[in-house]
């Protein structure tokens, strides 16, 4: 059974650095035709794909946030990680990990989410 499973601050300063992990069990994110995405969603607006990370190690950003975005993994401890930089309140969102399947072209398994604000 595939998870995923969101970790982090709730709570960052404006101009820090948002940094999440997400933790997959039940298929290595190795796997072929897997992209492991970050998601997020403002109060009142609706989903916003920020970025993911291919099973081969390659990253795609949005390009409104690719400036403040960088995606990593850890392939030992089967996780990837957001690090979003100089975030602002506009920052403040539910932020979701999810699994990409490349031949469906949608996100077929979600963590629960993980409220994050930005506030001094």
């Known amino acids: 059974q595939v998870q995923l499973q969101e970790s982090g601050p709730g709570l960052v300063k404006p101009s820090q650095t948002l940094s999440l992990t997400c933790t997959v069990s039940g298929v290595s994110i190795t796997t072929n035709y897997y992209y492991w995405s970050w998601i997020r969603q403002s109060p009142g607006k609706g989903l916003e794909w920020i970025g993911y990370?291919?099973?081969?190690?390659?990253?795609y950003y949005s390009p409104s946030l690719k400036s403040r975005t960088s995606i990593s993994r850890d392939t030992a401890k089967n996780q990837f990680t957001l690090q979003l930089s100089s975030v602002t309140p506009e920052d403040t969102a539910a932020y979701y990990c999810?699994?990409?399947?490349?031949?469906?072209?949608?996100?077929?398994?979600w963590g629960q989410g993980t409220q994050v604000a930005v506030s001094s």
């Open positions: 990370i291919a099973y081969s190690g390659n990253t």
């Open positions: 999810a699994r990409l399947y490349i031949a469906t072209t949608s996100h077929d398994y």
